[in-house]
């Protein structure tokens, strides 16, 4: 994790969404060669939807150190509640306005998004 301080990330919620819009990019830019635009866009926005909504979480998230643990696991819940609202929010505003969408692509850079979280939990 120090070496991405270098990139002005030093903390771990940080870290994770970077590693989560990198894995974004790279999938989008393998599809673009291997595939076609739409695809590319396809998994870049899939992937949006999980960073996006992990930059939500993190932001509504944030107590102030030394909280006691009801204000920690309030603003936990309430954090998952605005995430996933906003999960909702971005699919169907994805599905409603992007007419080519790829659905495979779309979903599976998404869950992508998610393994990095998780696979994060045990390093972090």
């Known amino acids: ?6 990139l002005g990330i030093s903390n771990p919620v ?9 894995v974004t990019v790279v999938i989008s830019l393998i599809l673009l060669i291997a595939q076609d635009l739409a695809t590319a866009v396809s ?4 992937g ?15 107590t102030p150190q030394g909280a006691d643990v009801k204000k920690i696991i309030r603003a936990h819940y309430s954090a998952e509640a605005y ?12 599905f409603t306005q992007f007419k080519t969408v790829h659905a495979l692509p779309l979903f599976a850079t998404y869950v992508a998004t998610l393994a ?3 696979a994060a939990l045990i390093f972090v």
């Open 43 to 46: 998994a870049f926005v899939g």
């Open 116 to 118: 990095v979280y998780w």
């Open 83 to 94: 995430k996933l609202v906003f999960t909702i929010l971005l699919f169907s505003l994805v």
């Open 1 to 6: 994790m120090r070496h991405f301080e270098s």
């Open 48 to 62: 949006a939807v999980g960073f996006v909504t992990g930059l939500v979480y993190a932001k509504k998230m944030f």
């Open 14 to 22: 940080g870290w994770i969404i970077f590693v989560q819009l990198l």
